[in-house]
């Protein structure tokens, strides 16, 4: 396979992409498109501009909900990934449904079937990449809808639909 040596601005090479979920400072549920995370055991880690809203109230409330997005959220999904939550509800305005935690303070999505329940524990924001946050977190609690599990409460991997972001600078796109 012949190579091709280019310069691109940047390039996400097939992200999951995720709904976070979280009460902001005045305890509104509010939530946000993401493609920047992985988990590692219990640690999670989620990189954000630094100028967005959901960063800076995270950063001030701690709690907040990985959510996976199935493909049927498209919509929800560019909704939530274009528009700010200092601008408006986005909970009122797409058919997404919070539920409040009964473990941290911040609300999970019903239609995604799977949760992930975080408290942050360190913000990292480096002279070397100006404009880049990352939240590391502890992982608090997982949970995963009773459709996408066996009969011994492990995963279901072929019940999935989840979304990939892919991104060169120029061209977007979901997979």
């Keep these: 396979m012949k190579k091709v040596r280019v310069n691109y601005e940047k390039m996400y090479y097939?992200?999951?992409v995720?709904?976070?979920s979280y009460y902001d400072k005045e305890g509104i549920a509010n939530v946000t498109t993401l493609s920047s995370t992985y988990t590692l055991k219990d640690m999670v880690m989620l990189g954000f501009?630094?100028?967005?809203?959901?960063?800076?109230?995270?950063?001030?409330?701690?709690?907040?909900?990985i959510n996976i997005a199935d493909s049927k959220l498209m919509e929800e999904i560019e909704f939530c990934g274009k528009n700010t939550g200092a601008e408006c509800k986005k909970f009122?305005?797409?058919?997404?449904?919070?539920?409040p935690?009964?473990?941290?303070?911040?609300?999970?999505?019903?239609?995604?079937?799977?949760?992930?329940?975080?408290?942050?524990t360190d913000v990292i924001e480096s002279p070397h990449?100006?404009?880049?946050?990352?939240?590391?977190?502890?992982i608090k609690g997982r949970l995963v809808s009773e459709t996408h599990l066996d009969e011994n409460a492990n995963i279901i991997i072929e019940k999935f639909n989840n979304i990939s972001y892919?991104?060169?600078g120029v061209n977007r796109g979901f997979k």
């Design 18 to 20: 995720v709904l976070i």
């Design 49 to 65: 501009s630094s100028k967005g809203y959901a960063v800076s109230q995270i950063k001030e409330v701690s709690d907040f909900v």
């Design 129 to 138: 990449y100006k404009g880049i946050t990352n939240i590391l977190a502890t």
């Design 14 to 16: 097939g992200f999951p």
């Design 166 to 168: 892919f991104n060169d």
């Design 92 to 99: 009122d305005r797409v058919n997404l449904t919070p539920v």
């Design 101 to 120: 935690s009964e473990i941290i303070n911040a609300p999970s999505i019903a239609e995604c079937p799977v949760s992930i329940e975080c408290t942050l």
